[in-house]
């Protein structure tokens, strides 16, 4: 499972709005903030269309995870 941080992380690396983030995956803004505010659980399904269209790994995925412990 994604977490909300690294979900959160690939959109501003990739310096989207959350309504362009949204459009990309083919969601709405709503959707993508109550995901990134931990209200709603990022699906298997979200996590593939992530990975597939901005060409994320689960290793990298891991690494900002990983990275945004160690800023907290």
Same mark, same amino acid.
């Given at each position: 499972?994604?977490?909300?941080?690294?979900?959160?992380? *690939?959109? *501003?690396?990739?310096?989207?709005?959350? /309504?362009?983030?949204?459009?990309? %995956?083919?969601?709405?803004?709503?959707? /993508? @903030?109550?995901? $990134?505010?931990?209200?709603?659980?990022?699906?298997?399904? +979200?996590?593939?269309?992530?990975?597939?269209?901005?060409?994320? +790994?689960?290793?990298?995925? $891991?690494?900002?995870?990983? @990275?945004?412990? %160690?800023?907290?």
């Amino acid at each position: 499972m994604m977490s909300r941080d690294v979900f959160k992380q *690939i959109r *501003i690396d990739e310096g989207l709005s959350q /309504v362009e983030y949204a459009k990309a %995956l083919g969601m709405s803004q709503t959707f /993508v @903030s109550m995901m $990134e505010n931990g209200h709603y659980p990022i699906s298997d399904n +979200t996590r593939r269309k992530v990975a597939a269209k901005f060409k994320v +790994t689960p290793d990298i995925m $891991e690494q900002v995870h990983r @990275s945004n412990k %160690l800023l907290q």
